[in-house]
């Protein structure tokens, strides 16, 4: 399998002016052994966040809870000054206790502490795209959450909205209360709870990136995954990859890893064009 070049990859609009390219870049492995921390090998990590974007990545995705603050201060100290057509969207909403504890917190006064402080880690005057980590509900009204970064959208410290692990109900309530141009839910070929929410995303052409894409655990041993890598002399994640790529036109798949080795393997998945039977086989495998 060869390489494509970045001008060729297939490209998807978010929000009607922010065109990227399919195959972004979640900085949540760059930190530390349960998303704590400092990366065991700071200078790799920098290497990753450079590599990704010589490699034509021009969406990096990324949360004020992964560290907390670490992926984002990395981001900024590999990448400033950014290329002018990089897209960093990142989130707030969730509080860490502690390596791999994870719980929200949707007050308003917290979300807007958290996004001014992630313009400040990442050195922005503006958030390309802030998205809602996780809903506070029921603690919290989802309509005040949103609310409060429709706020910050007008302040122009946001320039379009997100959310994340959301129902479609949940969607529907963001989005009577802001126009919301993402939706980042778990999505992969063996894990497709979210699959009305992705229809509802093409409908609306709205992008939709699925986190947790490469099916960790789950297909080493998959003989039909394996066949089409043998076929395609790929690797069973860049099949992984290709699957979503093909799946719609509004998956923008954003695997993440801490090594330059692991993103230059994922980054060659947009060189692998599935046929429409191996798609069809790989998802009905899967189900």
């Known amino acids: 399998m060869t390489d494509v070049s970045a001008q060729t990859r297939p490209t998807l609009t978010i929000g ?15 930190t530390g052994r349960g998303i704590w921390g400092a990366p065991p090998n ?19 995705d990324t949360a004020d809870a992964y560290g907390p603050d670490v992926s984002e201060r990395l981001i900024a100290e590999a990448l400033v000054p950014y290329p002018s057509d ?17 719980r929200p917190d949707g007050r308003p006064e917290h979300l807007r502490a958290a996004c001014e402080a992630s313009l400040q880690r990442l050195r922005l005057e503006s958030i390309a795209v802030y998205q809602l980590h996780r809903p506070d509900d029921p603690r919290v009204p989802l309509a005040e959450s949103v609310g409060a970064l429709a706020d910050l959208q007008l302040e122009g410290k946001i320039h379009h909205l997100g959310v994340c692990n959301v129902t479609e109900t949940q969607l529907d309530e963001a989005c009577r209360v802001a126009p919301m141009v993402s939706v980042q839910n778990r999505y992969s070929r063996v894990d497709r709870q979210s699959e009305s929410l992705l229809a509802r995303c093409e409908r609306d052409g709205r992008a939709f990136l699925p986190w947790a894409p490469l099916e960790v655990g789950r297909i080493a041993n998959d003989p039909v995954i394996s066949d089409v890598a043998d076929a395609h002399q790929a690797t069973p994640h860049q099949v992984a990859l290709a699957w979503l790529l093909a799946r719609s036109p509004v998956i923008l798949p954003i695997p993440g890893t801490g090594s330059v080795a692991h993103l230059e393997e994922n980054m060659r998945a947009a060189a692998l064009a599935l046929s429409p039977e191996e798609v069809a086989r790989l998802a009905a495998a899967a189900s």
């Open 42 to 60: 700071h200078d790799e990590a920098i290497a990753v966040l450079r590599r990704a974007v010589d490699l034509g990545v021009n969406l990096i």
């Open 86 to 102: 990089l897209v960093i969207a990142t989130k707030g909403g969730m509080l860490r206790d502690g390596p791999d504890r994870w």
């Open 16 to 30: 009607g002016d922010l065109t990227v390219r399919r195959l972004g870049f979640g900085a949540m492995r760059i």
